[in-house]
């Protein structure tokens, strides 16, 4: 089992593409030196980034005017994630997902099985029951 985190555009010019996000994380911006380059007058240079490290998933607002929203607040600073969490940067949209979960077909948040035809477990309907997403700031 990978627990590669992946994010999945489902809104804006990036619609459909999926990024594995690597150990130490990943820039948001439109400057090309982001791992992830978004051509948007809305996106700063150096708009947010991702940072994945010792299994822990963070988001942080890289000092951008129009801000970086997680399912619909606006962080500041910085943010834990988990999977099934809506990044929001402009007009894109970025789901976060399990690689392996898109692997065995699971189509994201509408998906109604958890890729073996039983119903989703855990109380958000994802499968993180089994992994845990530690945040050294509480």
């Not at 089992?1 to 593409?17: I, K, N």
């Not at 402009?90 to 392996?100: K, S």
């Not at 477990?121 to 994802?126: C, K, L, T, V």
Request: charged share 20%; with cysteine; net charge negative.
């Amino acid at each position: 089992m990978s627990d590669v985190p992946v994010l999945v555009c489902t809104a804006g010019e990036l619609a459909g593409r999926r990024i594995p996000v690597p150990e130490g994380g990943l820039g948001i911006g439109r400057s090309e030196e982001n791992a992830v380059v978004i051509h948007d007058d809305g996106v700063s240079r150096y708009h947010a980034r991702l940072l994945f490290d010792n299994g822990s998933l963070w988001l942080q607002d890289a000092g951008s005017r129009n801000g970086v929203f997680v399912n619909g607040v606006r962080v500041t600073g910085h943010k834990a994630l988990k999977v099934g969490d809506a990044i929001t940067i402009a007009d894109h949209t970025f789901e976060l997902r399990w690689e392996d979960d898109l692997q065995s077909g699971g189509s994201g948040a509408s998906s109604n099985t958890n890729g073996s035809g039983a119903p989703p477990s855990g109380p958000s309907g994802s499968r993180t029951q089994s992994r845990r997403w530690f945040w050294p700031f509480a």
